[in-house]
């Protein structure tokens, strides 16, 4: 059973910044890729950043130069640091991990930019 745990989530100004985290239960190198991803209220949940096993990341064009994605494989750990945040960044964020065909969820960290 693989678990997922996020938090850093939180209510934040407009050009705020956070730093989200994903605490795995078992090895990072266990799946072939980690990443974030966002749901706000009414849409589709959406990709926001990914790193694979060999240290590749990607980013959804709308985060890029404002979020970072980063790990600690000593910690079993996915952060996401994001900067300059906006009103449309409002969403819940859940960590994402692939193994194969399997992909496993965290239970979400809410993250609210408004004045």
């Known amino acids: 059973q693989v678990q997922l745990v996020e938090s850093g989530g939180g209510l934040v100004q407009p050009g705020g910044s956070l730093r989200l985290s994903c605490a795995a239960s078992r090895s990072l190198f266990s799946f072939d890729v980690m990443g974030w991803y966002r749901q706000a209220p009414g849409k589709q949940r959406e990709l926001v950043a990914t790193i694979t096993n060999g240290g590749f990341i990607n980013y959804v064009n709308s985060v890029k130069g404002r979020f970072t994605i980063s790990r600690d494989v000593a910690l079993k750990a996915v952060y996401l640091q994001v900067n300059s945040l906006k009103p449309e960044d409002t969403a819940v964020y859940f960590c994402?991990?692939?193994?194969?065909?399997?992909?496993?969820w965290g239970q979400g960290t809410q993250v609210t930019v408004s004045s």
């Open positions: 994402n991990a692939r193994q194969g065909l399997w992909d496993y």
